[in-house]
């Protein structure tokens, strides 16, 4: 049987894997009262990002600096 394509990921890569497990549809997160909407979406996707930062640079470090940017 085949593997989906999210499985072969997340055990290629845990930074993706631990992604999926925390990203909720943005629809289903209200944001809290001291928070703002581009403060819940960091929180969610946030990961996800730095996964893919990572995979191009190969460094974590500037994978880092991405995600600030």
Excluded: C, W
């Excluded at 819940?40 to 940017?69: C, K, M, P, W």
Aim: hydrophobic share 30%.
């Amino acid at each position: 049987m085949r593997r989906s394509m999210t499985e072969d990921r997340s055990k290629e890569d845990p930074l993706y894997a631990a992604s999926l497990k925390s990203a909720q549809p943005l629809n289903e997160v209200g944001p809290s009262p001291e928070s703002t909407d581009l403060d819940v979406i960091f929180e969610q996707h946030h990961r996800r990002i730095l996964s893919a930062a990572y995979r191009v640079t190969g460094n974590l470090s500037d994978a880092e600096d991405v995600l600030q940017t």
